[in-house]
């Protein structure tokens, strides 16, 4: 191959790029990003760079001189707008074209948002550096009432940083148990009591019906509130919507990829063309090992498929199978929780050091006499050990 497009120059994209160099690659190698920023990493915006602790410099994915080194044609403030994989063609929002050998697409998701809120001031979603220095300035002026909507890791941690700014907070659940899709009713549950630990206000099976505003003059709308089913009003100055996000795929319409939740790939990361894979947050593999269809939204992840299917793109074919660790880790209030493996909500939990009551406990997940995951809340040393326990399959294909 003699030129590449990195389509999304976030994580996953430049994951790719390096690992594109190291692994031999010497061709041209463009990286087509719509955000008019330098590659950053996403995981401090929910904590301390909201709390202002934190430089955007600090964000930096690539050292001084990195891009440099690797050689890298960046197309910042540019989004691609159609891919034709066939012609190896990719349109660009400046009307110009890159045709090119070969395609990472690494473009992750946005937000998503509550029907009908668009423009309303006040409201909040929280993915890119400009969204976090949006409601940062926001939560410094004055002592606004905040609400979260979605006590999911991302709305949980921002609660315990708006909570760090001495602010008033409510988070809203829809489910009964926090963060029990992920990690079980037990180790949900777990979690939920740090927010009253700390005096955040947590609601659980509290759905959002709408949200009230006011007339705020040139403005436009001002939020009000958020308006629950059953009829309850929750008074807000600032509510931050943490409901999800949705893959960015609407630039591949057309192009004969499948594109269903994420773009589909084999276990390999590879479409169905040979010369475009996908990575990070957007990417819909089959699982080697199971034979579903499994998208992540986590940083490790997003981090570990560049390698692999980097590879597989300059083989031209999948020469090595993609096995995720499963590891996930958020920092909410003073702890740090920490998740690897595979688990589900019906798998058998057993504390095995600590107790949740502590705030400081590790746990595993058994499924017929096998530990398939391993859960910790600030015991980061026991953790390490356990998560070695679970088993990971090779990745060569045979
Ligand atoms: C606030 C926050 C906190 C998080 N905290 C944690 C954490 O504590 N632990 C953890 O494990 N994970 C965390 N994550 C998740 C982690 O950051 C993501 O999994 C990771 O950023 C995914 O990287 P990505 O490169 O796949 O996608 P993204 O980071 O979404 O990057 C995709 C890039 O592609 C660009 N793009 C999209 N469409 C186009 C287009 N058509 N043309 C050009 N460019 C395009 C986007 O603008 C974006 O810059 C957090 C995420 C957020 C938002």
Not at 21 to 46: A, I, K, M, T
Not at 213 to 227: E, F, L
Not at 250 to 258: I, N
Not at 280 to 296: F, K, L, M, N, P
Request: charged letters at 20%; one cysteine or more; glycine letters at 12%.
């Amino acid at each position: 191959m003699k030129s590449i497009a990195i389509i999304g120059g976030s994580l996953a994209g430049t994951r790719a790029a390096q690992e594109l160099r190291v692994q031999g690659y010497d061709g041209q190698l463009f990286v087509v990003g719509e955000e008019h920023q330098q590659p950053y990493d996403r995981p401090p915006l929910s904590k301390a760079f909201l709390a202002g602790t934190l430089d955007r410099s600090e964000l930096d994915l690539l050292d001084a001189g990195e891009d440099a080194e690797l050689d890298l044609q960046f197309r910042t403030g540019i989004r691609a707008e159609r891919l034709d994989p066939a012609n190896r063609r990719i349109a660009l929002s400046d009307g110009s074209e890159l045709v090119v050998d070969g395609v990472v697409i690494a473009t992750g998701g946005r937000p998503r948002t509550l029907p009908g809120t668009d423009g309303i001031s006040g409201v909040h979603v929280l993915r890119t550096v400009d969204d976090a220095l949006g409601l940062r300035a926001d939560l410094t002026a004055g002592s606004p009432r905040v609400v979260v909507v979605g006590a999911g890791f991302i709305g949980a941690e921002v609660a315990s940083t708006c909570r760090g700014l001495g602010l008033n907070v409510t988070v809203l659940e829809a489910l009964d148990t926090p963060l029990s899709r992920v990690l079980g009713p037990q180790l949900g549950t777990a979690c939920a009591q740090l927010h009253d630990d700390h005096g955040t206000v947590l609601r659980c099976g509290a759905v959002v019906d709408g949200l009230s505003t006011t007339d705020d003059g040139a403005n436009g709308r001002r939020v009000t509130g958020v308006d629950l089913v059953g009829g309850e009003h929750i008074p807000a100055d600032v509510v931050v919507v943490g409901i999800g996000m949705i893959p960015a795929t609407e630039w591949l319409a057309g192009s004969g990829l499948a594109v269903d939740n994420g773009v589909g790939t084999d276990s390999g990361l590879v479409t169905g063309f040979p010369n475009v894979v996908a990575v990070g947050d957007v990417a819909r593999y089959t699982s080697a090992v199971s034979g579903t269809v499994v998208r992540h939204e986590h940083w490790t992840n997003a981090a570990d498929q560049a390698g692999v299917a980097v590879t597989n793109l300059l083989a031209g074919h999948t020469a090595r199978h993609y096995t995720p660790t499963g590891y996930v880790w958020s920092d909410q209030y003073s702890s740090t929780i920490q998740l690897s493996g595979h688990p589900h909500p019906s798998d058998e939990v057993t504390i095995v050091d600590g107790t949740p009551q502590e705030r400081r406990f590790v746990a595993t997940y058994q499924r017929d006499g096998v530990t398939v995951g391993v859960f910790a809340m600030n015991n980061a040393k026991l953790f390490n050990r356990l998560r070695r326990q679970i088993a990971r399959p090779a990745t060569a294909v045979g």
